[in-house]
């Protein structure tokens, strides 16, 4: 199997006891999700066009076992780190691993990058031994009272970077200031405007119809402005507090006036003000799924779709009401499959017959575009319920009407993003739908042909990854400032690194997993509670997992060939560890949406096989491998929980239906017997992504 060197530089180490590792890991995410603000980034951070940051921080998620000296992987993490955190407690001090990492953090001649932090206790009481006798001086304190974390933490950020703590302060007050104006101005306009629309109102009866336009006038300005804010949260980030406050500003200023106008403006105004008000239900529900509340985008949904059909009754082949309903049908499917997938079928497949009718009428580009899309929803969901042959058929009418409007427009970007997002579902469809083909014996559409082997699936699946990777990094590359086509590019970057290390690029994947992980660092300090870039972290952290996991060797010592590599067993471990508290977070933020409990299940059977086979080593301790197994029953319990929720939406996923079963029959004992899957396979989780 061909190797790689994954060694790299660590901004810091954090050295503390395990017992303080709450406060450990809140430290470890501050530090790395801060970005460096732009006035003293030119002279620190990485060279990156989307924002910088202080570089990786090495923590430790395992206690050693007892009377070992350090590990070494973690004498090899200290060499690569630039600094040395350390939290000094009660704990700490009486710690001889954090000892152990101070002295060998100043035999490595580092010693002045030592930054001790108060945490509980006084010093010197709290200090380990080596800080004791060196005397170094403090540089925070995280106690009640005194810095506390957050001040704390930017005091050690102003160290690592070599800055004065006010210098970083201020920088840092004049980027956010920046950010809180932009939206306030937006706020106070949308106010303004809301209540100059209502006392308007209000003045009906002397000036009926200037009170009408001025509503209409009113409520077209606010559907602009929340889709400019819906843009921004897509483009450049704003935090989910920020903008439920604007949306509250807007609803107290707004909500009622729908229902207070007169039937009879809405006629003489010959829809126009139906019109604004149905596309504003539609913005808030936009809106709403960027902030995950599922029921309030649901309950903007039904309502739009509830007035369109008032105005579809008297006139049922209105091309423009129509079109508002397949709007309404689009977005209703969104929301469905993140409940119940199978319900998701049937307002998708309404809404390409309604499409389908518009654009043939019509023969604009526009509307041909409109039903590409849902063309594309309706395959997702054909695919993720494994039928592929419909699928297959909905990406191809996509695939071919999508070529026809790009020959017309190459330079359109809208278009060329979702040619992008086509690429992927083709890939996706080659490496999902291999087997069901074969087992059923049925062709896909002669347009484009199914490779015939194994290996020719697994290349032709990446040439189309690589091209919605070459597609979007360019994209990204002339929207700079849109955060949006910077995370479909760490989404490719992602499916790419999953191509190459199915093909045994393994040095080329491990480049595009990195890079991944980078961008969304920097992505989340922008918007740290959007939530499909705290999956994809999570998942980049998975794909890592099992990239070092295959480094490792493992699979291949449980069955007598060669070693283990244990500083990359030590890595795969790491990386699942972190990327199951990141999906039980989300599972624990979104308790209504089956997506997070699929990935935990994935999450917890990654990990809990890992800990299972570690302990079938011969080489690993007794008490260790007792440890390791009961950490396995509790992933295997845990895994079989989040399964019981999803597993009725897969009933034809067999892949995904056997790995249940082998997560059902794991054995835990000594020689061991490994039931379930063979070690070389790797279940595959039902796509649930459009």
């Not at 700490?92 to 100043?106: C, G, L, M, P, Q």
């Not at 808030?284 to 105005?311: F, K, N």
């Not at 039928?387 to 970007?413: G, S």
């Not at 009933?651 to 059902?664: K, P, S």
Request: charged share 25%.
């Amino acid at each position: 199997m061909p190797t790689t060197t994954t060694a790299s530089r660590y901004a810091a180490y954090i050295s503390y006891s395990h017992k303080d590792g709450a406060i450990a890991a809140r430290l470890h995410k501050r530090l790395e999700r801060y970005s460096i603000p732009w006035g003293v980034a030119s002279a620190y951070g990485k060279k990156y066009w989307f924002g910088r940051k202080i570089g990786r921080v090495f923590r430790d998620r395992e206690e050693l076992a007892a009377g070992q000296p350090l590990a070494p992987l973690l004498y090899d993490a200290l060499a690569r780190s630039d600094a040395l955190i350390v939290l000094c407690s009660a704990n700490a001090a009486t710690s001889r691993y954090v000892n152990d990492e101070i002295k060998e953090f100043r035999r490595l001649g580092k010693s002045d990058r030592i930054f001790p932090v108060i945490i509980d206790d006084d010093p010197p009481a709290c200090y380990p031994p080596e800080l004791r006798q060196a005397g170094e001086k403090l540089n925070a304190d995280f106690r009640a009272g005194k810095d506390g974390e957050v001040s704390g933490t930017m005091k050690i950020l102003a160290g690592l970077m070599g800055l004065g703590l006010d210098q970083l302060i201020q920088r840092e007050q004049r980027t956010q200031r920046r950010r809180i104006i932009g939206l306030s101005m937006a706020v106070g306009v949308l106010a303004f405007l809301a209540g100059v629309a209502w006392w308007s109102y209000l003045e009906a009866q002397r000036q009926h119809e200037i009170a009408v336009a001025n509503l209409i006038t009113a409520i077209k300005t606010i559907n602009s402005m929340t889709k400019q804010v819906t843009n921004m949260k897509n483009q450049i980030g704003i935090r989910s507090d920020s903008l439920k406050a604007f949306l509250s500003e807007i609803a107290s200023n707004v909500a009622e006036l729908p229902s207070r106008v007169d039937p009879g403006d809405i006629q003489r105004e010959g829809g126009d003000l139906a019109t604004v008000i149905i596309t504003l239900q539609y913005r808030y529900a936009e809106v709403y799924d960027l902030l995950g509340d599922r029921p309030a985008q649901r309950a903007a949904i039904d309502e739009g779709l509830r007035q369109v059909a008032a105005r579809l009754a008297p006139a049922p082949r209105d091309l423009h009401w129509l079109d508002l309903k397949a709007q309404g049908l689009m977005l209703l499917g969104d929301v469905l499959r993140a409940t119940k997938l199978e319900d998701a079928r049937a307002p998708y497949a309404e809404a390409v017959d309604i499409r389908k009718a518009i654009a043939q009428v019509s023969g604009q580009d526009a509307d041909w575009q409109r039903l590409t899309e849902s063309y594309d929803r309706l395959g997702d969901v054909e695919r993720t319920t494994q039928h592929f042959p419909e699928a297959w058929a909905d990406y191809m009418l996509a695939f071919d009407l999508r070529a026809q409007l790009l020959a017309k427009d190459p330079n359109n970007e809208d278009w060329r993003r979702a040619a992008a997002q086509e690429e992927n579902r083709l890939g996706d469809t080659l490496r999902r739908g291999e087997e069901y083909f074969e087992v059923t014996n049925t062709s896909p559409p002669p347009s484009l042909p199914f490779p015939k082997t194994h290996e020719e699936v697994l290349y032709a699946a990446l040439t189309h990854y690589k091209r919605s990777l070459a597609l979007r990094e360019d994209i990204a590359a002339k929207n700079r400032l849109n955060a949006n086509d910077k995370w479909n590019y760490v989404w490719s970057l992602g499916l790419v690194g999953d191509g190459e290390r199915e093909v045994a690029d393994f040095t080329s994947a491990l480049d595009h997993f990195r890079h991944a992980l980078d961008l969304t660092t920097s992505l989340l300090q922008l918007d740290p509670e959007r939530v499909d870039l705290l999956t994809e972290m999570a998942k980049t952290l998975e794909r890592l997992g099992k990239f070092h996991q295959e480094l490792s060797r493992i699979d291949q010592a449980l069955q007598g060939v060669g070693v283990v590599d244990q500083m990359e067993l030590q890595e795969a471990l790491l990386n699942f560890i972190n990327s199951l508290k990141q999906f039980q977070e989300l599972s624990v933020s979104h308790p209504d949406d089956r997506r997070w409990k699929l990935r935990l299940f994935f999450a917890e059977y990654f990990l809990g096989d890992l800990q299972r086979k570690m302990a079938c080593l011969a080489q690993t301790g007794e008490d260790r491998r007792l440890s390791l197994f009961k950490e396995a029953k509790d992933h295997q319990a845990a895994a079989l929980r989040a399964a019981a929720d999803t597993q009725h939406q897969f009933e034809r996923d067999a892949g995904f239906q056997q790995t249940i079963e082998a997560v059902r029959h794991w054995q835990f004992g000594f020689p061991c017997a490994l039931t379930g899957l063979p070690t070389s396979s790797e279940p595959t989780a039902p796509s649930t992504r459009r």
